[in-house]
């Protein structure tokens, strides 16, 4: 039987067992490959290597999910929206997932599959957050894109885009397949990391909502350590000054001759170290109970292994793999 926790803070949380969901999906934009990334992480040998730091390990159904019996038999776009309702039946369903993990008090750990997989991984973080704690979650996005389009700016139509703006609720637009997503991330409770190729529209979105950014310039300037203690110090703003952190971690933040095999790949990235610093800096706070390791595509470029295994070494710094 599962042990009782106490629900007045996350102290709840097992830190010793992790959900760990593998989303072979990748709908949310056009390149095949994507879906490759979880075979490919277990195959380098991530469990065997969690369990090795003592985690105890729990994939869901004990399978990598690629979600295709619940896709709709056509799923044409709507306006410029590409699959919206195979995008919206993957995270509804992957949403749940992580709630159950979650809610068991499991570290929760996605590998993907594209971005667009975040609607699911934070609405079904925030959904435990806020019936275990009554707190709202708080997010880092690390990425070269601030994926944060609407319907209504996106110029790609692809969904993983869009994550960031459905999480939040910034559009009214009820699409189908989408129309379940209820809004569970305040704009202060958001910290980007690693921008670099932001969209016009999407500029004017993060200046309106006044969301906490910081680009590779920024990055450049302060370096990567100070970074990391401003975004702490602005998700321990308010009145639960400890509570849980989901990191969301787009590979394209690193640079593409650091981890090359990623669908959209923008030169000026994170340093190997810079990556593990911010995976280390997290787990050194002790909050981190999610954590999406996505848009590794194997199908793409030449060296595929190094962007693989990067992945993984990420994935264990989170986990608080310890240097020395
Ligand atoms: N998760 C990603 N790699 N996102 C890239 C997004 C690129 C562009 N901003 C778009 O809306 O399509
Ligand atoms: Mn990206
Ligand atoms: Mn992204």
Redesign the pocket.
């Given at each position: 039987m599962e042990e009782i926790h106490r629900l007045s803070d996350w102290k709840y949380l097992d830190k010793k067992q992790i959900g760990i969901t593998c989303v072979a999906f990748s709908g949310g934009q056009p390149k095949g490959g994507v879906d490759l990334g979880p075979e490919y992480v277990l195959k380098a040998g991530l469990i065997e290597q969690l369990n090795e730091m003592n985690f105890k390990t729990v994939l869901t159904d004990n399978k990598i999910h690629d979600y295709k019996e619940f896709f709709p038999k056509s799923d044409e776009p709507i306006g410029i929206i590409k699959r919206p309702r195979t995008v919206g039946i993957v995270n509804k369903i992957l949403a749940d997932q992580v709630y159950q993990h979650a809610k068991l008090g499991r570290l929760a750990l996605q590998i993907g599959g594209d971005?667009s997989m975040?609607i699911g991984t934070i609405s079904g973080m925030a959904r435990a957050v806020k019936e275990r704690l009554n707190q709202d979650l708080k997010v880092i996005?690390i990425?070269?894109?601030a994926?944060i389009n609407t319907p209504q700016t996106t110029e790609t139509g692809n969904l993983?885009?869009m994550?960031v703006s459905y999480l939040i609720g910034l559009t009214d637009e009820k699409i189908e397949g989408l129309d379940w997503i209820v809004p569970c991330l305040k704009p202060e409770n958001l910290v980007y990391i690693g921008l670099r190729d932001v969209d016009k529209d999407e500029k004017q979105i993060l200046k309106k909502y006044k969301i906490q950014a910081f680009s590779m310039h920024d990055i450049d300037r302060y370096g990567i350590g100070k970074i990391l203690d401003m975004t702490i110090e602005h998700l321990s703003k308010g009145p639960y000054p400890n509570s849980p952190i989901h990191l969301?971690f787009?590979i394209?933040a690193l640079d593409p001759t650091v981890a090359g095999s990623t669908g959209t790949p923008v030169r000026g990235g994170l340093t190997f170290r810079e990556g593990h610093y911010i995976c280390e800096a997290l787990h050194d706070t002790g909050r981190l109970v999610g954590l999406d390791m996505?848009?590794l595509n194997p199908a793409i470029g030449d060296c595929h292994e190094d962007t693989i295994t990067i992945g993984c070494s990420l994935i264990r710094a989170t986990f608080g793999e310890s240097l020395l």
């Amino acid at each position: 039987m599962e042990e009782i926790h106490r629900l007045s803070d996350w102290k709840y949380l097992d830190k010793k067992q992790i959900g760990i969901t593998c989303v072979a999906f990748s709908g949310g934009q056009p390149k095949g490959g994507v879906d490759l990334g979880p075979e490919y992480v277990l195959k380098a040998g991530l469990i065997e290597q969690l369990n090795e730091m003592n985690f105890k390990t729990v994939l869901t159904d004990n399978k990598i999910h690629d979600y295709k019996e619940f896709f709709p038999k056509s799923d044409e776009p709507i306006g410029i929206i590409k699959r919206p309702r195979t995008v919206g039946i993957v995270n509804k369903i992957l949403a749940d997932q992580v709630y159950q993990h979650a809610k068991l008090g499991r570290l929760a750990l996605q590998i993907g599959g594209d971005h667009s997989m975040a609607i699911g991984t934070i609405s079904g973080m925030a959904r435990a957050v806020k019936e275990r704690l009554n707190q709202d979650l708080k997010v880092i996005w690390i990425d070269a894109h601030a994926d944060i389009n609407t319907p209504q700016t996106t110029e790609t139509g692809n969904l993983h885009g869009m994550p960031v703006s459905y999480l939040i609720g910034l559009t009214d637009e009820k699409i189908e397949g989408l129309d379940w997503i209820v809004p569970c991330l305040k704009p202060e409770n958001l910290v980007y990391i690693g921008l670099r190729d932001v969209d016009k529209d999407e500029k004017q979105i993060l200046k309106k909502y006044k969301i906490q950014a910081f680009s590779m310039h920024d990055i450049d300037r302060y370096g990567i350590g100070k970074i990391l203690d401003m975004t702490i110090e602005h998700l321990s703003k308010g009145p639960y000054p400890n509570s849980p952190i989901h990191l969301s971690f787009d590979i394209d933040a690193l640079d593409p001759t650091v981890a090359g095999s990623t669908g959209t790949p923008v030169r000026g990235g994170l340093t190997f170290r810079e990556g593990h610093y911010i995976c280390e800096a997290l787990h050194d706070t002790g909050r981190l109970v999610g954590l999406d390791m996505v848009e590794l595509n194997p199908a793409i470029g030449d060296c595929h292994e190094d962007t693989i295994t990067i992945g993984c070494s990420l994935i264990r710094a989170t986990f608080g793999e310890s240097l020395l």
